[in-house]
């Protein structure tokens, strides 16, 4: 048994509750609950809220904050983050993915769809940071036979690995992009994912770059051309989706595609703007994420919520586009189903993902409106407790072990720094 009762918590539609939350779900809400529990959180002052899920990062990549920034995508790729890359050893992307986990936890983020190399590391240092996640590796080849054969063995045998693990890890074949995977390659992809019931996780028409290569490449539009290949026979989540025509979104539409919106990243990288309204009357799944740390520079859901919402209404000229509460139901509830996580509301019977939010803090004051608050003015200092999958992450704003893994998270910057130019 493990009985988790919050006693007097605002809920964000109702007024104040107690929440009884029995081990994954939330059991009961009402008032005056008196129930025997494990543990009992006095939720005077605060208030609960659905946790994050952030669809979409490279968490192995969270030691390489600030490294290189204020360039474009390719340069900054091939000339800065790929070079730094090769000098990593497995130890320190354990320490990366810890630190990522912790920087998640502390913003109020649950689960994590990530994309990234050293499968192994990344899987264990999630198990050990409790979050719930889709990992899986970066399928890269260049073109390169060796490169083909060595990214479809590694991708069957971190699959293998991935069914051993807990049961709040899911397992996404990592596509890197259509620019460094040969058609070849996204064609066995694709197999794969619909053999195993997995889905894919790609960067998708991130730059113009990468749309005029394709159309130079195959007289066709990124989104066109998989298409063309059946690439969307499979479940896919598609990271960026910020050059796609009308025709691309309704082809994403009528694909299920899911369209993961990373707003940070695409105006820091000058990417582009992805066109929220559009995809929205569309009817093309939106998702949010915040890309990795070297691309944004933090895991801040919150930051992403509000950067969408105010480029959604920038771009489109229209200030009622993208309010609140739906860029909060895109963080959430919305992200949730789509991972196929009954949870992202604070309900009886759904998945008991959830934080406390400190009603005392300046950026939730004077409190005319919490959810204006929470997508606007609220930051990751605001939280106090999360709670994943009935278990507690973080409480009283604090993550067991925090010191030691920031500690750890500077280990390869040290190791490194003298030597890379
Ligand atoms: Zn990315």
Redesign the pocket.
């Known amino acids: 048994m493990n009985k988790i009762l919050i006693k007097n918590v605002k809920h964000i539609e109702q007024d104040i509750v107690d929440v009884l939350i029995d081990g994954k779900i939330i059991s009961q809400i009402g008032n005056n609950i008196d129930v025997p529990a494990d543990k009992v959180i006095d939720g005077t002052d605060k208030a609960i809220l659905p946790s994050f899920y952030n669809s979409?990062?490279?968490s192995g990549m969270s030691i390489m904050r600030g490294a290189a920034d204020d360039m474009e995508l390719f340069q900054w790729l091939n000339e800065h983050i790929w070079p730094l890359e090769k000098l990593r050893i497995d130890e320190d992307v354990y320490n990366a993915v810890r630190f990522a986990c912790l920087e998640m936890i502390k913003s109020g983020t649950t689960f994590f769809s990530d994309?990234y190399e050293f499968f192994p590391m990344t899987l264990k240092a999630t198990e050990d940071m409790g979050m719930k996640a889709f990992l899986g590796p970066a399928f890269f080849d260049f073109g390169k036979e060796d490169l083909m054969a060595l990214s479809r063995k590694k991708m069957q045998e971190t699959f293998e690995l991935a069914q051993n693990a807990d049961d709040k890890i899911g397992f996404s074949v990592g596509a890197h992009a259509i620019y460094t995977v040969c058609e070849e390659s996204l064609k066995w992809i694709r197999d794969f994912a619909v053999a195993n019931g997995v889905p894919v996780h790609m960067?998708i028409s991130?730059t113009e770059k990468e749309v005029d290569d394709c159309v130079k490449e195959h007289g066709l539009r990124p989104v066109e051309y998989l298409e063309s290949i059946g690439f969307f026979e499979a479940n896919v989540f598609a990271?960026?989706s910020v050059w796609l025509t009308d025709d691309e979104m309704k082809i994403f539409r009528d694909n299920n595609v899911k369209a993961i919106h990373?707003p940070c990243?695409n105006q820091k990288l000058a990417s582009g703007t992805f066109d929220f309204k559009s995809m929205k009357n569309e009817g093309v799944k939106v998702l949010l994420?915040t890309?990795?740390v070297a691309?944004n520079n933090n895991l801040d859901m919150f930051e992403e919520m509000r950067s969408a919402a105010l480029l959604a209404k920038l771009s489109s000229k229209d200030p009622t586009v993208c309010p609140a509460s739906e860029i909060f139901d895109v963080a959430t509830v919305d992200s949730a189903s789509a991972y196929g996580i009954d949870g992202g509301v604070i309900a009886e019977g759904k998945v008991a993902d959830c934080m406390l939010v400190d009603l005392n803090h300046y950026l939730l004051n004077p409190g005319w409106n919490l959810m204006s608050d929470v997508v606007y003015s609220a930051n990751s200092a605001c939280v106090d407790t999360v709670i994943c999958d009935g278990k507690i992450l973080m409480e009283n704003q604090v993550v067991p072990g925090e010191t030691e893994i920031i500690e750890k998270a500077r280990e390869f910057m040290n190791r490194v720094q003298k030597d890379f130019k």
């Open positions: 979409h990062t490279h994309m960067h991130e990271a960026h990373n990243s994420g890309d990795s691309s």
